[in-house]
């Protein structure tokens, strides 16, 4: 099956207005922590605009980052990504990742050259926190780009920032007190990424040929993404498996996601829903006579609870009709259970 053949043109995510949370009355501020999360229970995937992250910063980090995928290949590779499936940090170059659902425990050769047979067309940078003493960060030679470093691990907490609001928001809305999820995350464990989908004939992506990123969860607590008005981010649609509805590019709203891991911290409640990145939905994304589309940006942040703090399903997740489904666990068991059959 082509990867758009079973596409809903509409854009249907429901938009919150986080500055009703952040400058606002008791009353707003509860009824806009419960818009958010019944918006998390249902797709999964919600806009945020208001969300803090201040827009020259956010052009600045697009234009910064264009500047970096836009060196020639022997400058990008001078700070590699690591090999395996543990570190993500530095460059990954196009064909080097290969984003799956499956799980390193079915992980054999044969498998793995099978998914492979499709490559995914991006390219990607990894930063974490500078304090993060279990994957130091790795940079490019200062002279390669001189403001990479400095921007990156310095907007790597302006991020937080706007996510640990969301997280109070969610806290609130889910029934439980305000910090209670923010308590977990000291901001050292989360990764930002920055993506380039170089332009490519539109024919491949419709053929099957290669893909831009393929459906699959995201296995932090919660996801926040930031994306050039280029399109073609899809989520699975919540009453339909296996049918994608377009995430449009929304001006100065950032698309938050439920991570694998905040599902199952919510008893399943709240959902980790599929999402792919497949074609522009608009046809003027799409050029010449070889039809190629546009090359695409985004800016994806991951957030991680610490990975030694204990996991136990929300209270607020829990009653006689839905008791508890999982264990405590904590972050670093879980990330090994659910390691990625990636590279
Ligand atoms: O580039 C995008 O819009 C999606 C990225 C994504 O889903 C991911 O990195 O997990
Ligand atoms: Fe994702």
């Given at each position: 099956?082509s990867?758009?053949?079973?596409?809903?043109?509409?854009?249907?995510l429901?938009?919150i207005?986080?500055a009703?949370?952040?400058?606002?009355?008791?009353?707003?501020?509860?009824?806009?922590?419960?818009?958010?999360?019944?918006?998390c229970?249902?797709?999964?995937?919600?806009?945020?605009?208001?969300?803090?992250?201040?827009?020259?910063?956010?052009?600045?980090?697009?234009?910064?980052?264009?500047?970096?995928f836009?060196?020639?290949?022997?400058?990008?590779?001078?700070a590699?990504?690591?090999?395996?499936?543990?570190?993500?940090?530095?460059?990954?170059?196009?064909?080097?990742?290969?984003?799956?659902?499956?799980?390193?425990?079915?992980?054999?050769?044969?498998?793995?050259?099978?998914?492979?047979?499709?490559q995914?067309?991006k390219?990607?940078?990894?930063?974490?926190?500078?304090?993060?003493?279990?994957?130091?960060?790795?940079w490019?030679?200062?002279?390669?780009?001189?403001e990479?470093?400095?921007?990156?691990?310095k907007?790597?907490?302006?991020?937080?920032?706007t996510?640990k609001?969301?997280?109070?928001?969610?806290?609130?809305?889910?029934?439980?007190?305000?910090?209670?999820?923010?308590?977990?995350?000291?901001?050292?464990?989360?990764q930002?990424?920055?993506?380039?989908?170089?332009a490519?004939?539109?024919?491949?992506?419709?053929?099957?040929?290669?893909?831009?990123?393929?459906?699959?969860?995201?296995?932090?607590?919660?996801?926040?993404?930031?994306?050039?008005?280029?399109?073609?981010?899809?989520?699975?649609?919540?009453?339909?498996?296996?049918?994608?509805?377009?995430?449009?590019?929304?001006e100065?709203a950032?698309?938050?996601?439920?991570?694998?891991?905040?599902?199952?911290?919510?008893?399943?409640?709240?959902?980790?829903?599929?999402?792919?990145?497949?074609?522009?939905?608009?046809?003027?994304?799409i050029?010449g006579?070889?039809?190629?589309?546009?090359?695409?940006?985004?800016?994806?942040?991951?957030?991680a609870t610490?990975?030694?703090?204990?996991?136990?399903v929300?209270?607020?997740?829990?009653?006689?009709?839905?008791p508890?489904?999982?264990?405590?666990?904590?972050?670093r068991?879980?990330?090994?259970?659910?390691?990625?059959?990636?590279?």
């Amino acid at each position: 099956m082509s990867p758009n053949a079973s596409t809903t043109p509409t854009t249907s995510l429901p938009l919150i207005d986080l500055a009703n949370f952040t400058n606002s009355s008791r009353e707003s501020r509860l009824k806009t922590a419960k818009q958010l999360v019944s918006a998390c229970r249902t797709t999964g995937f919600v806009y945020i605009v208001n969300h803090g992250v201040p827009k020259h910063e956010l052009d600045r980090a697009f234009a910064i980052s264009s500047k970096f995928f836009a060196l020639p290949q022997e400058e990008k590779m001078k700070a590699p990504h690591p090999p395996g499936w543990s570190i993500h940090r530095g460059y990954s170059w196009p064909g080097f990742e290969k984003v799956s659902n499956a799980t390193s425990s079915t992980d054999d050769e044969a498998a793995v050259q099978k998914l492979r047979e499709v490559q995914d067309v991006k390219e990607s940078y990894e930063v974490g926190s500078e304090l993060n003493p279990e994957m130091p960060n790795i940079w490019p030679p200062e002279e390669v780009l001189p403001e990479w470093r400095p921007f990156m691990s310095k907007f790597y907490w302006t991020c937080f920032e706007t996510a640990k609001t969301v997280l109070r928001a969610l806290a609130l809305g889910i029934g439980l007190e305000e910090d209670t999820l923010v308590k977990l995350h000291s901001g050292h464990y989360n990764q930002l990424r920055l993506l380039n989908y170089p332009a490519i004939p539109a024919q491949v992506l419709e053929e099957g040929t290669c893909e831009r990123m393929p459906a699959h969860t995201d296995w932090s607590t919660m996801t926040m993404l930031w994306q050039d008005d280029c399109g073609g981010l899809q989520v699975e649609d919540p009453n339909h498996v296996g049918r994608f509805i377009d995430v449009e590019p929304v001006e100065g709203a950032l698309v938050m996601n439920i991570g694998d891991l905040m599902m199952r911290w919510s008893n399943d409640v709240l959902r980790s829903t599929m999402h792919r990145v497949t074609l522009p939905p608009l046809q003027d994304r799409i050029k010449g006579e070889r039809r190629i589309t546009r090359p695409r940006k985004s800016i994806v942040y991951f957030l991680a609870t610490d990975p030694d703090r204990l996991i136990e399903v929300m209270s607020s997740c829990v009653d006689e009709n839905r008791p508890a489904k999982y264990e405590p666990i904590t972050q670093r068991d879980y990330a090994s259970m659910r390691a990625r059959m990636q590279y």
